[in-house]
């Protein structure tokens, strides 16, 4: 629990889902102290841009009334969770942080929210994200900036991006698990900025139908695969404990792929390489010690291949042809960030994108015959970041936020699945997380890696 009131604020998924399942609280009262802690802390946080307050109300009476009949309403009973304002939430406003979706409220639920709810978690709400995912850092021009709940030094800080709203949510307890989404980095760094756990799953590992934007059919949002976009990003889940995470991710994996259990890994047999990073841009001393005495407790060997270094460029250099065809589509209000995106957008060769896309697929194999079965990497090469900040000092060099993402982008472009947990802290006290990296498929082999962590 958060603290020694007695709340449910603050406590686990599975802990509040077994107390509801048996009866011993209500859904509706963990709701009630969930809704109470956000009208507290969201007005000092700004996380929370939409309060699903009557929606989640009659979802917690309805899933009362089931468990009184004694129905089985599933693994994430009672559950208060967010989601982030780029994924469609059915009778809830959805503006993907843009003046052009201000009034967007979808009719159905993207796939993603759909199992949420299939398995009881109770919606509490969207979160800030920067418009269309489009930074690092966390604010927009219609709901303005979010800010990272820790504060161990007294310096406001932004809890990372473009998940930043759902970080704050969660690490604040305003939520107890959420949905980010993941295209160079986007569920990575902010929980390695508010110390949190997330997993960027396997491209195809979860249904990411239902992201702002995408390709309209019907009532449905559908990923674009002729995009940079639609191919790399992901949705993934966000928590306080890594178990919490497991089980979101459980929960979100499409059924024709099957779910093996973390338990099960023989971690005295795994081979794992760890890098200090990408090997592009410098990373803060304080970070790389914290890695390497990661790797160290693993038994990680060093990486020694070369794929890793060209990740982060054949990124640069994928992202510098995307059309933006599917914001476009959706009009012309837009704040800076986008309408400098699409300035900078030119004519696309379509033999250099093929070109491009074969050297991701000769990467992705270089990357496999180097790492092992597991890589550990930073996340980011800087902690939190101040409020307001946009370029960052390292190693006698001035970063802007996508360089200080060289290590999560690097990975983004393999698609392979990633683990973030915390693993130390800088002397000023913020949380440094660590990615590791497993092979296609193997979430549950870099989930048992992360739970030595």
């Not at 990411?208 to 993934?236: E, F, R």
């Not at 697929?361 to 902690?383: C, K, N, T, Y």
């Not at 802290?425 to 048992?448: F, K, Y």
Request: net charge negative; charged share 20%.
């Amino acid at each position: 629990m958060w603290g020694n009131d007695g709340s449910w604020v603050g406590s686990d998924a599975q802990t509040i889902a077994r107390a509801v399942t048996n009866r011993e609280v209500s859904a509706s009262q963990v709701l009630d102290e969930h809704l109470a802690h956000i009208k507290a802390r969201n007005p000092e946080l700004n996380a929370v841009v939409t309060v699903a307050e009557d929606q989640s109300i009659r979802a917690a009476d309805d899933l009362d009334i089931r468990i009184g009949r004694g129905e089985d309403v599933g693994p994430l009973a009672g559950v208060p969770f967010t989601v982030k304002d780029l994924i469609a939430t059915a009778g809830v406003r959805t503006t993907a942080g843009s003046r052009a979706l201000e009034h967007n409220v979808p009719s159905v639920d993207a796939p993603a929210v759909a199992a949420m709810r299939a398995a009881g978690a109770i919606l509490v709400g969207k979160t800030n994200t920067p418009e269309f995912g489009a930074s690092g850092l966390t604010h927009n021009d219609l709901f303005g900036y979010t800010v990272n709940p820790l504060r161990p030094d007294g310096v406001p800080r932004s809890p990372g991006g473009s998940s930043g709203g759902e970080a704050a949510a969660i690490a604040s307890g305003m939520s107890v698990v959420g949905l980010g989404t993941d295209f160079g980095g986007s569920v990575r760094w902010p929980a390695h900025c508010t110390g949190l756990r997330s997993v960027r799953p396997t491209i195809g590992r979860v249904d990411c139908d239902g992201q702002y934007p995408g390709v309209p059919s019907g009532d449905h949002l559908l990923t674009n695969p002729a995009t940079m976009h639609g191919t790399l990003q992901t949705i993934g889940p966000m928590a306080r404990t890594l178990d919490d995470a497991a089980l979101v991710l459980r929960v979100l994996s499409s059924a024709q792929y099957r779910w093996t259990d973390p338990a099960s890994v023989d971690l005295p047999r795994l081979d794992i390489t760890w890098a200090p990073g990408d090997g592009t841009v410098p990373v803060d001393t304080e970070i790389v010690a914290a890695v390497a005495g990661a790797a160290g407790r693993l038994g990680a060997r060093p990486y020694e291949g070369g794929a890793l270094s060209e990740g982060n460029d054949l990124f640069g250099r994928l992202r510098a042809v995307e059309t933006h065809t599917d914001i476009t589509e959706l009009g012309t209000d837009f704040g800076t960030n986008i309408a400098t995106m699409f300035a900078d957008a030119r004519d696309v060769d379509r033999r250099l994108v093929e070109r491009l896309w074969a050297q991701r697929a000769e990467l992705i194999h270089r990357l496999l015959g180097e790492m092992g079965d597991v890589l550990v990497l930073p996340v980011a090469s800087i902690p939190a970041p101040p409020l307001g900040e946009e370029l960052f000092a390292v190693g006698g060099q001035s970063l802007t936020w996508a360089q200080a993402l060289a290590s999560c982008r690097a990975i983004s472009v393999t698609g392979l699945p990633s683990v973030v947990v915390p693993v130390g802290s800088t002397r000023s006290g913020l949380p440094i997380g660590v990615q590791v990296v497993g092979r296609p498929w193997c979430e549950h082999v870099a989930l048992a890696v992360a739970a030595r962590l």
